[in-house]
Every structure is written in structure tokens, then in C-alpha cells.
């Protein structure tokens, strides 16, 4: 069955780095939009970054653009986010997404980034 693992989060200072992975297991992962979501406590879910199948096209959120990087690797079914700069209000968990055609949907269980001092 599809699995996607998250790895990566933890307790980071303002203005420090972390970088975020997902290894995906089961799909065709070349085959797969991937995604990066937040949810922080009391607030929805909120798309972070996506990049396309194949690595060509990327979005990001306007409240991460400039600091955070979403990339992939499709050799090793992984997609990555790099996120610097980060602040307070980055503090969420983390999930990775993966959409084929808007009808093959999964989630990973989601990992934790918290930015205190």
C-alpha cells in the first residue's frame, strides 16, 4: 500500500533552518504531484509548497515565498522542503501529500516543526 514517511521536524530557534523529507513507498512516484502542508493548533490545514510530477513547475504559499524550497527526487521517491528564516508563526505539523489526477490522494502522518527560542 502507499506510505508516505515524513522526517526532518524539531525544535528550531527564529530565524534558523530545518529541511523536511518525505519517502514515498507503494505509487509510481514520478507519477504523483507532491505536496507540502501545515496545520497549526486551532487552524486549518494550509498548503505550504507542491511541485509537479516531474519536477517542473512549483507553488508556494505567500507567506513562504523567499524562504522556503520545495524539490524532489525521483531516483530515491522523495520530495524535500528546505524552509529558512523561519518564525514563530512557521510552527505547525508538517504533512507530506501526494495527488495523481486529483483522484489518488494520500497523506503521511505528519511531522512536528516548532520555532520558539
Known amino acids: 500500500q502507499v506510505q508516505l514517511v515524513e522526517s526532518g521536524g524539531g525544535l528550531v530557534q527564529p530565524g534558523g533552518s530545518l529541511r523536511l523529507s518525505c519517502a514515498a513507498s507503494g505509487m509510481i512516484f514520478s507519477m504523483y504531484t507532491m505536496g507540502w502542508y501545515r496545520q497549526a493548533p486551532g487552524k486549518q490545514r494550509e498548503l505550504v509548497a507542491a511541485?509537479?510530477?516531474?519536477?517542473?513547475?512549483?507553488n508556494y504559499a505567500d507567506s513562504v515565498k523567499g524562504r522556503f524550497t520545495i524539490s524532489r527526487d525521483n531516483a530515491k521517491n522523495t520530495v524535500y522542503l528546505r524552509m529558512d528564516s523561519l518564525r514563530p508563526e512557521d510552527t505547525a505539523v508538517y504533512y507530506c501529500?501526494?495527488?495523481?489526477?486529483?483522484?489518488?490522494?494520500?497523506w503521511g502522518q505528519g511531522t512536528q516543526v516548532t520555532v520558539s527560542s
Open positions: 501529500h501526494a495527488n495523481k489526477q486529483a483522484v489518488y490522494l494520500y
Open positions: 511541485i509537479t510530477s516531474a519536477g517542473g513547475s512549483t
